[in-house]
């Protein structure tokens, strides 16, 4: 146990630029950008005289129907989701590159050989890949979504209160972030296991690539796709290969971005939202609860178990890498 835990120290040194300060320094930009934006507005739109459709923002509010409070609510929830979905995009971008150079960058430069002289199993080491990518860095990246939500909260909350309008009625209230926050948490070890073929892929290229992992990692998928396409327009079988770029090729390569899952997101290569659906809508406990009840979820864990264990057999006898 104490093998792993320093395993698991080991991996968030070494890649703490990823994990813990590339979501910050996002964060960082974002609330510099927000300070700046309401500082040029105040300074340009009349300070505390800024008006919105010719009424003071505080008289706008408080004379607003209770349709346009919902309105208005619903606004504050979507915010708050797109900027938890910012820091998620990019977790899944370190998280794809952290897996993909995780086994194969301690063949290149030969540390392997001094971690297989340490009483460190294989299957350790391969384990606290995994655990870093499925658990450490997704709880580091909700904390820093928290910080988020609370900074830019306190923000445009000090901007209305400037404004002459509460808050805490207008925006701290309706915000409702910890059910959000609630969701998020629930929600790692979900996108742990929707994820799982994606980390046996990539960690399976890892330890077996000599060089070039990420065109070994794109191209056997890609290129299985054109066989594929190649093949039904020769044959006229009619291969459903359309089912495979979205449920084998996209789940293979990209469902290490959280929340790929969401039946509100259409199939693309990041984030794409369906007619009727917004960020808001991408965890909610109703969609949670079908993924695990339904097959698909669970027989792409067992093909990601195959690829892992693939991988630490890899580990065991490919040492070395170009």
């Given at each position: 146990?104490?093998?792993?835990?320093?395993?698991?120290?080991?991996?968030?040194?070494?890649?703490?630029?990823?994990?813990?300060?590339?979501?910050?320094?996002?964060?960082?930009?974002?609330?510099?950008?927000?300070?700046?934006?309401?500082?040029?507005?105040?300074?340009?739109?009349?300070?505390?005289?800024?008006?919105?459709?010719?009424?003071?923002?505080?008289?706008?509010?408080?004379?607003?129907?209770?349709?346009?409070?919902?309105?208005?609510?619903?606004?504050?929830?979507?915010?708050?989701?797109?900027?938890?979905?910012?820091?998620?995009?990019?977790?899944?971008?370190?998280?794809f590159f952290y897996l993909l150079g995780a086994l194969f960058d301690d063949?290149?430069?030969?540390?392997?050989?001094?971690?297989?002289?340490?009483?460190?199993?294989?299957?350790?080491?391969?384990?606290?890949?995994?655990?870093?990518?499925?658990?450490?860095?997704?709880?580091?990246?909700?904390?820093?979504?928290?910080?988020?939500?609370?900074?830019?909260?306190?923000?445009?909350?000090?901007?209305?209160?400037?404004?002459?309008?509460?808050?805490?009625?207008?925006?701290?209230?309706?915000?409702?972030?910890?059910?959000?926050?609630?969701?998020?948490?629930?929600?790692?070890?979900?996108?742990?296991?929707?994820?799982?073929?994606?980390?046996?892929w990539l960690l399976l290229v890892s330890s077996w690539a000599r060089s070039?992992?990420?065109?070994?990692?794109?191209?056997?998928?890609?290129?299985?796709?054109?066989?594929?396409?190649?093949?039904?327009?020769?044959?006229?079988?009619?291969?459903?290969?359309?089912?495979?770029?979205?449920?084998?090729?996209?789940?293979?390569?990209?469902?290490?971005?959280?929340?790929?899952?969401?039946?509100?997101?259409?199939?693309?290569?990041?984030?794409?939202?369906?007619?009727?659906?917004?960020?808001?809508?991408?965890?909610?406990?109703?969609?949670?609860?079908?993924?695990?009840?339904?097959?698909?979820?669970?027989?792409?864990?067992?093909?990601?178990m195959a690829m892992l264990v693939g991988a630490i057999y890899l580990r065991?006898?490919?040492?070395?890498?170009?």
């Open positions: 146990m104490n093998a792993f835990v320093t395993l698991l120290q080991r991996e968030f040194w070494e890649h703490r630029g990823g994990f813990l300060w590339a979501p910050l320094v996002v964060i960082s930009v974002f609330v510099m950008i927000t300070l700046m934006g309401l500082t040029i507005g105040e300074a340009h739109i009349g300070g505390r005289n800024m008006q919105i459709s010719g009424m003071p923002i505080a008289q706008m509010l408080e004379s607003a129907s209770i349709e346009k409070q919902a309105e208005i609510t619903q606004g504050i929830q979507i915010g708050l989701a797109s900027m938890a979905m910012l820091v998620q995009i990019v977790l899944g971008f370190v998280l063949r290149k430069d030969r540390s392997i050989l001094f971690w297989k002289s340490m009483p460190v199993s294989d299957l350790q080491t391969v384990a606290s890949k995994v655990a870093s990518a499925a658990v450490v860095a997704p709880v580091l990246a909700w904390a820093a979504s928290i910080v988020f939500h609370l900074l830019m909260l306190g923000l445009l909350g000090g901007f209305l209160a400037w404004h002459g309008v509460s808050p805490i009625k207008v925006l701290w209230g309706p915000a409702e972030p910890w059910q959000l926050w609630a969701k998020m948490l629930v929600a790692i070890p979900v996108n742990a296991l929707w994820a799982l073929p994606c980390y046996g070039k992992p990420f065109l070994w990692a794109v191209f056997v998928p890609v290129l299985t796709g054109l066989l594929l396409a190649w093949f039904d327009m020769l044959t006229k079988l009619r291969i459903p290969d359309s089912w495979y770029w979205t449920h084998i090729f996209s789940r293979g390569l990209f469902s290490v971005f959280p929340y790929s899952w969401s039946p509100g997101r259409t199939f693309s290569f990041g984030y794409q939202f369906d007619h009727g659906h917004s960020p808001a809508d991408l965890i909610s406990w109703t969609s949670i609860s079908d993924l695990l009840g339904g097959p698909n979820l669970w027989l792409g864990a067992l093909a990601g065991r006898y490919r040492e070395i890498a170009d």
